[in-house]
């Protein structure tokens, strides 16, 4: 069995404080992906590092407070691939895979274009550039769980405003059909929606802090597990976790019948 769990802290500092850590050390995870670490490495103090056993794997952006994404395990990988050897991605600290066997794990944020139009063309930029790194991780032969915050939500069934976002970075028709692309031209498998093809709100895994959005539940799912045919063909359960909050987005968990 592999239990695997990712979730945008939007702080890990931030997290920390609201118990990120002291629930995740009941969790009985394998392998935790982080993203929006908003620290540097000596930001981090030993436990962040090191909770309960695990040993923290971190690619932190250049820019202080921003970005930067992790993993932590309890067993050691075989190969840590920090970046995709792209200078602008990675000063963002975007992307970190560990090797475990035959097994790739990934922890992935993408941009956010929400802020600005010149962030919404780093967005594409980015999304651009990133098409044919995850076309070769396909080809290379090995099993991969590429865990993150896509901030893209595929389809109406992935957001409760659907109607009034589709000119809303994150919902746009250039985002949704380079989502598709990735699932159905390269056959990565979402995990999660594979397992609940009809799961609305109940998957949602991000709230605006505007208004009264996750009282009401009015939330996006922009947090995935996208898998290889293989092992996302292993998946027995997934469930986002909300009877505590850490960030703004909450944890998914996905179990699979994997030897690990």
Not at 83 to 89: H, S
Not at 145 to 169: F, M, P, R, T, Y
């Amino acid at each position: 069995m592999l239990r695997v769990i990712t979730l945008n802290l939007n702080g890990i500092r931030s997290a920390t404080g609201k118990g990120f850590l002291d629930w995740l050390g009941a969790q009985n995870a394998d392998v935790v992906c982080v993203q929006e670490l908003k620290a540097q490495a000596g930001d981090l103090t030993d436990a962040m590092r090191h909770p309960d056993g695990y040993s923290g794997h971190f690619h932190h952006a250049e820019k202080k407070g921003y970005s930067g994404v992790g993993l932590y395990t309890r067993r050691a990988p075989d190969r840590v691939v920090e970046g995709l050897g792209i200078t602008d991605i990675d000063a963002e600290g975007r992307f970190l895979q560990l090797d475990f066997g035959a097994l790739s794990i990934v922890s992935l944020y993408l941009p956010s274009g929400s802020s600005s139009d010149e962030r919404q063309q780093v967005k594409f930029a980015f999304m651009e550039r990133f098409l044919p790194h995850l076309a070769s991780l396909r080809a290379s032969g090995r099993e991969l769980i590429v865990c993150g915050d896509w901030n893209i939500a595929h389809k109406e069934i992935d957001l409760k405003n659907w109607k009034s976002n589709q000119k809303n970075s994150g919902f746009l028709p250039e985002e949704r059909a380079w989502f598709t692309r990735v699932l159905d031209e390269q056959q990565w498998v979402d995990v999660y929606r594979r397992l609940y093809p009809e799961a609305g709100g109940e998957g949602y895994t991000w709230w605006s802090n505007r208004g009264q959005a996750w009282a009401k539940n009015v939330g996006w799912r922009i947090d995935y597990q996208l898998a290889t045919p293989g092992v996302a063909a292993t998946a027995r359960s997934a469930a986002v976790y909300k009877e505590q909050r850490f960030s703004d987005h909450a944890p998914l968990t996905v179990e699979y019948g994997w030897a690990f």
